[in-house]
């Protein structure tokens, strides 16, 4: 995993779905040689998210996104998908904490329905 900026903001964005969610669960997937920690997904009734570390940014891909309300403007990546909807985080960027706990919320809301 990355120790800069990237896994600062990793740990925060974990930190909040943990906050929006304590009952999720954490779980390491897709583990190969240029990844070995894997990626953390997020799960509670189904996959809510996943953080993706890439080099110029971290992705937060949400897996039913595209049938969230994002009242906020937080999804600023994968915005024609069928399904899924991201929030790319850049080194300097803010994210809107409670924008962003509200939509994990939604989320689990969604898998829950």
Do not use: I, Q
Not at 23 to 52: Q, Y
Not at 58 to 86: Q, Y
Not at 96 to 103: E, G, I, K, N, T
């Amino acid at each position: 995993m990355a120790t800069d900026w990237r896994a600062d903001t990793v740990e925060l964005l974990r930190a909040l779905v943990r906050e929006a969610e304590p009952d999720v669960v954490e779980e390491a997937k897709w583990r190969k040689a240029s990844n070995p920690d894997g990626v953390p997904t997020f799960s509670l009734d189904g996959l809510v998210c996943t953080l993706e570390t890439y080099k110029d940014k971290v992705k937060v891909p949400f897996a039913r996104g595209a049938s969230l309300r994002d009242p906020s403007g937080v999804f600023n990546a994968s915005l024609d998908a069928g399904t899924r909807r991201a929030l790319d985080v850049h080194e300097g960027e803010e994210v809107d904490r409670d924008a962003f706990v509200a939509l994990v919320r939604a989320a689990v809301a969604a898998n829950r329905a």
